[in-house]
């Protein structure tokens, strides 16, 4: 485990480091479009998060199992050039193929061979649509949730609230709380 420093991406909230939610403090955007969709020829173009000027952040909350392993690997590895996690070899970013075998093996390990043949989980980015349903699910206010996924509450509430299940007895007890 790392300690604690200034400016640490995974920002502690309790002492207890085995314990503690963190945050991500997201920059930049980079995603892979390749080659030949670039105006420069890159793979990726960096940009500003989406809905927010240059150099604005969002800050995203972390579970601790999650800040125990991105601790470990930094412990292990270091960050890259670029203040980059996951590097190349030779320092630089790592090829989308890499990705996209890890992520492949990955669910061959995770998933049964039904699921496997799916389109479950098919892409990274699908994390991404579990984890803000998940907190929508768990009772996260939509705005809350919003900021973090980098959303209007509009769109958030477009996309997702089909996602939102069995909170009806929830709110039900919330109203009925208010009301008395």
Known sequence: MLPPQANDPLTEETDDANAAWGELHLRKAAPY?????????????????????EGHSRT??????LV?????????????????????????????????RAWKAARRAALTAKEFAS??????????HA?????????????????WAGHSVDVLLRVYAKCVVGQDEAAKRR????LA
């Open 33 to 53: 479009s390749g080659r030949e969709w670039t105006d420069t020829g890159a793979a990726r173009e960096e940009r500003a998060l989406k809905h927010r000027a």
């Open 131 to 147: 984890c803000v349903s998940t907190w929508l699910n768990a009772g996260v206010p939509a705005p809350q949730v919003a900021e």
């Open 119 to 128: 389109p479950l989980a098919a892409w990274p980015y699908d994390l991404r």
């Open 68 to 100: 125990r392993i991105l601790r470990t690997h930094l412990a292990e590895f270091g960050d890259g050039p670029g203040e980059r996690l996951f590097y190349g070899v030779k320092g630089g970013e790592l090829p989308f193929i890499t990705y996209r």
């Open 60 to 65: 995203v909350p972390i579970s601790p199992p």
């Open 175 to 178: 109203i009925s709380d208010a």
